[in-house]
């Protein structure tokens, strides 16, 4: 196992009903900022059953942070936030909400330009002060509810950014919350955690039992629960597993003292960036021929993942990987998701894009061995087609 420090305040309040105790996580006096998207949290009431847990407090509002949240919008409530000398702030929301307003809580007390907090990719951000906030989540899939991570769009790019001063205080995880997504959001959901966890797992073994095994079991979990919640909006019991897989799978117990790989990720959010394809399919479409261009750097992993999780035992090895692969690539397509990128339209000046886009942004050097280079982002992008 590598060495590793782990480091996790974020308090979680999980269950259904429960948002009136919001009271008594934050202090009376604070002047309160609620963030939130486009319509959903306003119309499903959940902006409501915040304000009324926030009693007397002085609260205002600031909704219309976009899926794929955009710097220009963060900075409108930060000026907000600043002209109303807010203390606190609660995102209800999806990852897009809940990144925005870490980007929001920093920005609010950044010393040099706020684009400056967007430079820095996965090392920490230089900055020494937050506005503390809470999140509510609507939509389980990023994990962002206990995580110091952020993803924000400037420029035409989606740019990651990290601080330990932006876990959230405490995350309101209740299931009911989610009834109303959209079907499409729940595969969005189930497939971008199954991908946190492969991300952090599918590399070369270190000998980090827990963290396989912790790994092993959030991804049987999403197998069983995925499809159930995907299907049935009625199954509570499924849908409480999801909730806490999808928290589980990228709040960093997972990672600690293991090799990580976030290729997918960061093509992934490219295609997002370029052609607006929600932030889980793009992971799909990535993925399986990222595994088979990979295949001899991360074999004992891969067979380990065949065995363990896929229950795969009759043939060659290389047999037991590639029948992996495609029972993960139809796992995706059980949730209704299309894998190809022709199913997006996307063909090769799309994929030269991808690469140049890359390689704009020094990322020519990916991978848990940090030797793959944008000729084999290419050749995935290609297999992918
Ligand atoms: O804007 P509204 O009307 O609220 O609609 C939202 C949004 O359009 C809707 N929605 C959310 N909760 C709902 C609901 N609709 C009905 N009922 C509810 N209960 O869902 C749409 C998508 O929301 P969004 O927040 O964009 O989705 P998600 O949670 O998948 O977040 C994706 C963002 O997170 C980033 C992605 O890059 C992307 O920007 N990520 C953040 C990570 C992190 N912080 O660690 C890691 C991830 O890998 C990811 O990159
Ligand atoms: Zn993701």
């Known amino acids: 196992m590598l060495d590793f420090n782990y480091y996790n305040p974020t308090e979680i309040i999980f269950g259904e009903n429960r948002l009136e105790e919001l009271n008594e996580k934050i202090e009376n006096s604070s002047r309160v900022m609620i963030t939130y998207g486009g319509a959903s949290a306003k119309k499903y009431g959940t902006v409501d059953k915040v304000k009324k847990a926030l009693g007397e407090r002085k609260v205002i509002e600031f909704s219309g942070i976009e899926a794929n949240p955009k710097f220009e919008t963060l900075m409108e409530a930060v000026k907000l936030a600043k002209k109303e000398d807010i203390d606190f702030i609660v995102a209800i929301g999806g990852g897009s909400v809940m990144d925005g307003t870490k980007f929001i ?25 937050a506005t503390p906030f809470g999140c509510v989540v609507t939509l389980p899939a990023t994990g962002s509810e206990m995580n110091p991570a952020a993803v924000i769009t400037l420029g035409g790019h989606k740019l990651p950014m990290m601080s330990p001063l932006v876990f959230p205080k405490f995350s309101f995880l209740d299931p009911l919350l989610t009834k109303t997504l959209p079907k499409e959001q729940i595969a969005n959901g189930v497939v971008d955690a199954f991908i946190h966890v492969i991300e952090q797992y599918l590399t070369y073994p270190v000998d980090a039992r827990v963290q396989d095994r912790a790994a092993e079991g959030v991804l049987q979990t999403l197998l069983e629960v995925g499809e159930k919640t ?95 692969i495609q029972k993960t690539e139809s796992f995706f397509n059980s949730l209704d998701i299309k894998t190809k990128l022709s199913d997006y339209g996307i063909d090769d000046n799309g994929i030269d894009s991808i690469v140049s886009n890359l390689e704009k942004l020094g990322m020519t050097a990916l991978s848990e061995t940090e030797d793959l280079g944008l000729d084999t982002v290419r050749k995935i992008l290609i297999a992918a087609k």
């Open 230 to 324: 995907y299907n049935d909006n009625d199954d509570l019991n499924a849908r409480k597993n999801f909730m806490w897989a999808a928290t589980s799978a990228l709040n960093g117990s997972l990672g600690a003292g293991v090799p990580q790989d976030w290729t997918t990720h960061m093509i992934g959010h490219e295609l997002t960036a370029q052609y607006g394809i929600a932030h889980g399919r793009t992971l799909t479409i990535v993925l399986p021929s990222l595994l088979r261009e990979r295949k001899e750097k991360k074999r004992e992993k891969l067979l380990q993942y065949a065995q363990r999780v896929w229950k795969i035992t009759d043939g060659s090895d290389d047999e037991k990987i590639e029948k992996a």
């Open 105 to 129: 809580s920093l920005a609010m007390h950044y010393d040099k330009e706020p684009q400056d907090i967007l430079a820095h990719g996965f090392e920490h951000v230089p900055a020494v002060k």
